[in-house]
């Protein structure tokens, strides 16, 4: 079995349950391909560790049967530009903070281990966003998992970004920006504009104002078999767009479009957890102490 794994940080706390993860590794002769990033991370921490292979980014990646996030939400999303069109299941080990996709606690590393190499677990496909672009952006990794926005940048004014759905003309939003998010991204930037929370396996796009400066501008869900492009205008020519935690300032000549990725994300999930238990538990949906 062949196994690759990501990361950059981690708690103090989370050391002796990382440890034990490779030495599992090793007991089982697992071959384990790790980020370079995570890499030199482990060596900082003097983790004792053994590895077949170092990978750099996407370009090098090499395919594996499973892929291991160590880390928060945001090393989930890193992990899946790594993987990309090869669609390697991921396992998120939360040692981060919230760990909305990332459900797994260190503490249940081995018994994660031990359903995986039973087989005693299910993949849930997790749709992506594609931007594309009369220019390159993103460095030529152009898809994510939560969500595009488009932002103002280096001005207190307002931007107009014009919207059409498969070419027909939506609205101009006069706002700070826009967002386009997945429904895996409705429980993060998206939620926070008002958006609604939508189940991972809807087949939608939400379209979120940032702080419109119209009060009849709502969110509004879309089929993700649409293509939503934009035109943007403001004071300044310069405006901020996003994909996921990478950013890129690009002017108003630059032509943009979004729409879903002919690819996913695989999410491994054990028994015990569904989406409605940690919307719950992560962010106290529905919280009552009339329900308990």
Partial sequence: MKIAIHGRSFRAEAEPFIQKMFDTFEQFGIEVTCSKIFFDFINQEQLKIRISNIYHNHSDFPITDFFISVGGDGTILESVTHIGKYEVPILGINAGRLGFLATTSPADIQNALQNLFK????????????????????????????????????TSSMIVVKTFINGEYLNSYWADGLIVSTPTGSTGYSLSCGGPVVLPQSN?????????????????????????????????????????????????????????????????????????????????????????
């Fill in 204 to 292: 939608n796009f939400i379209v979120a104002p940032i702080s419109p400066h119209n009060l009849n501008v709502r969110p509004m869900i879309v089929s993700d078999d649409s293509i939503i492009s934009f035109e943007v205008e403001g004071r300044s020519n310069n405006f901020l767009v996003s994909l996921d935690s990478r950013w890129q300032i690009i002017d108003a000549s630059v032509q943009l479009a979004v729409k879903k990725q002919d690819f996913v994300a695989k999410l491994i999930k054990f028994n015990a957890e569904n989406f409605l238990d940690t919307l719950r538990k992560k962010l106290n949906w529905g919280l009552d102490v009339r329900n308990y």
């Fill in 119 to 154: 087989g005693y677990y299910s993949v849930e496909k997790r749709i992506l966003i594609k931007v594309e672009a009369s220019s390159e952006l993103f460095e030529g990794v152009n898809f994510g998992l939560n969500e595009f926005t488009i932002t103002k940048r280096d």
